[in-house]
């Protein structure tokens, strides 16, 4: 294992020194490297799960939920694997959790361009800002620690969503 597991420089060592599922949780865990892009690592894990929700909106509502619930299963063992590899809590290269609470912020609404996009700005909002209970319940250790903070925004922006959608009579 690295000593420096600070930068990107650990994780590549990481991933390369991994084999079979820690490989793999280290590929998920970061979406497929957007985690990586430095700068805003959570804002492009987002962004980075745009494809997955036009996926979720074209299925039926109780396939749609099972997909939000297997993907949300899927991001806590990863994100505990990817944790332990690097040896570090909640690494921000870790950004499978945003693209879990972006589901849940779409899950269940009218397919549109507003929804993705308000849905996106209002989820980055909960997400940095972490209203409460969000920031009590980040302190959650494991994967669980790193996925429900996410949720718990997602389901904030989902809210406000639903009740933009009724103010303005949309979808």
């Given at each position: 294992?690295?000593?420096?597991?600070?930068?990107?420089?650990?994780?590549?060592?990481?991933?390369?020194?991994?084999?079979?599922?820690?490989?793999?949780?280290?590929?998920?865990?970061?979406?497929?490297?957007?985690?990586?892009?430095?700068?805003?690592?959570?804002?492009?894990?987002?962004?980075?799960?745009?494809?997955?929700?036009?996926?979720?909106?074209?299925?039926?509502?109780?396939?749609?939920?099972?997909?939000?619930?297997?993907?949300?299963?899927?991001?806590?063992?990863?994100?505990?694997?990817?944790?332990?590899?690097?040896?570090?809590?909640?690494?921000?290269?870790?950004?499978?959790?945003?693209?879990?609470?972006?589901?849940?912020?779409?899950?269940?609404?009218?397919?549109?361009?507003?929804?993705?996009?308000?849905?996106?700005?209002?989820?980055?909002?909960?997400?940095?800002?972490?209203?409460?209970?969000?920031?009590?319940?980040?302190?959650?250790g494991g994967g669980?620690?790193?996925?429900?903070?996410?949720?718990v925004a997602g389901?904030?922006?989902?809210?406000?969503?639903?009740?933009?959608?009724?103010?303005?009579?949309?979808?």
């Amino acid at each position: 294992m690295p000593t420096d597991q600070s930068g990107s420089l650990g994780f590549r060592e990481s991933l390369r020194e991994s084999r079979g599922l820690s490989k793999g949780a280290l590929v998920l865990s970061t979406w497929f490297g957007a985690g990586l892009i430095p700068g805003a690592p959570g804002t492009f894990g987002t962004l980075f799960g745009t494809p997955l929700v036009l996926v979720m909106w074209h299925l039926p509502a109780l396939y749609a939920i099972a997909l939000v619930v297997l993907f949300v299963l899927l991001a806590v063992w990863s994100s505990a694997m990817s944790q332990n590899i690097l040896a570090e809590k909640d690494p921000s290269r870790v950004v499978i959790d945003e693209v879990s609470g972006f589901l849940l912020t779409l899950l269940l609404l009218a397919p549109s361009l507003f929804s993705l996009v308000a849905g996106f700005v209002l989820f980055r909002i909960f997400d940095i800002l972490k209203p409460f209970p969000i920031r009590r319940i980040e302190k959650v250790g494991g994967g669980w620690g790193v996925v429900v903070d996410d949720l718990v925004a997602g389901v904030y922006a989902n809210l406000c969503l639903r009740l933009i959608a009724f103010a303005f009579k949309l979808g």
